[in-house]
């Protein structure tokens, strides 16, 4: 099982950036393909983002696709969320996952093999 843990979470002002991180233990880390979820207060948990386990191919939401970038770097053991342009219904708790080793892109939240614990980004207007 990998473990995760995101940084980077905070606050910003509509228009602003952030960058989130997720780092992760295991030597297994680098076959993964990695995603981004968010759950706003009285909403289920959304899909984000989802990067290849070779960060070759990544997936986005519609509501996010030009302004979120997903990427990982293996050797740091580390898949990083750079968010553009953020707007207030941006604001959730942002959850790193691992989703398994080689899995597709399109994926399932219960195909997830484990979860970070969250990082709160809140965008104001």
């Known amino acids: 099982q990998v473990q995760l843990v995101e940084s980077g979470g905070g606050l910003v002002q509509a228009g602003g950036s952030l960058r989130l991180s997720c780092g992760a233990s295991?030597?297994?880390?680098?076959?993964?393909?990695m995603a981004w979820f968010r759950q706003a207060p009285g909403k289920e948990r959304e899909f984000v983002a989802t990067i290849s386990w070779s960060g070759g191919n990544t997936d986005y939401a519609d509501s996010v696709k030009g302004r979120f970038t997903i990427s990982r770097d293996n050797a740091k053991n580390t898949v990083y969320l750079q968010m553009n342009s953020l707007k207030p219904e941006d604001t959730a708790v942002y959850v790193c996952?691992?989703?398994?080793?080689?899995?597709?892109?399109?994926?399932?939240?219960?195909?997830?093999?484990?979860w970070g614990q969250g990082t709160q980004v809140t965008v104001s207007s």
């Open positions: 996952a691992a989703v398994g080793p080689f899995a597709p892109l399109k994926v399932r939240q219960d195909e997830c093999d484990s």
């Open positions: 295991g030597r297994t880390f680098f076959s993964y393909t």
